[in-house]
């Protein structure tokens, strides 16, 4: 199994490969440190099967990276070491996709036992995490996200971020008249109609600290 461990702080990373090592004693681990970081070890063959996941990476503190992680490697489990214990941050977080979370306060032993349950194709959450009110709407924001193709998403990330049409065409090196069919599309599923409304559901992802 490759792992991909991916905190901004080395002696975190440590303790995670740690705890990775007696979970999964065979594993191998490769280390992401901020988003950028992130996306190139996700670009290496073959990609991870598990990344173990801190939210507030530098590059985004937000369910950006999470989002971006279950829409184009659906095949890799995502699970969450976070410092924040915020239940509706964890709940958001199982809604965007994260088979699991474990808070860094957490024993190692409730970490290896997390690492473990979401290797072997489960699930781990601290008890009493269940729907609250309001988790439809980012159930369906989810459900949306996860309908765009890689690309589309790739192109809606871009255009969230101000970019142009033009801009993004020559950042993916597409033309710009399948950017704008990309958009069109992308807009559709999201069931949003311009730009400004697809950027507003983008900000959903955000948490706030």
């Known amino acids: 199994m490759r792992v991909l461990v991916a905190d901004d702080h080395p002696l975190f990373r440590a303790a995670l490969r740690q705890a990775l090592a007696q979970a999964i004693p065979d594993a191998e681990a490769v280390e992401a440190y901020d988003v950028d970081s992130l996306r190139a070890a996700m670009a ?31 095949g890799t489990a995502v699970m969450i070491v976070s410092a924040n214990e915020d239940p509706d941050v964890i709940r958001r977080a199982q809604v965007f996709g994260a088979a699991g979370y474990v808070v860094k306060s957490a024993a190692q032993a409730e970490l290896i036992s997390g690492i473990r349950a ?12 269940a729907a609250v009110p309001g988790d439809e709407t980012r159930e369906t924001l989810a459900a949306r996200l996860n309908s765009l193709t890689p690309q589309q998403y790739r192109v809606l990330e871009l255009l969230a971020r101000g970019r142009l049409n033009k801009q993004i065409a020559a950042e993916l090196s597409i033309e710009e008249t399948t950017v704008k069919a ?28």
């Open 44 to 74: 290496v063959r073959p990609e991870p099967d598990l990344v173990l996941l801190d939210l507030l990476m530098p590059g985004a503190h937000s369910f950006a990276p999470l989002a971006w992680l279950r829409n184009q490697y659906p």
């Open 118 to 129: 979401v290797a072997d194709c489960g699930q781990w959450f601290p008890p009493g995490i």
């Open 182 to 209: 990309h958009v069109s599309a992308a807009l559709a599923k999201l069931g949003v109609r311009n730009r400004t409304q697809a950027s507003f559901l983008f900000r959903e992802l955000e948490i706030a600290c």
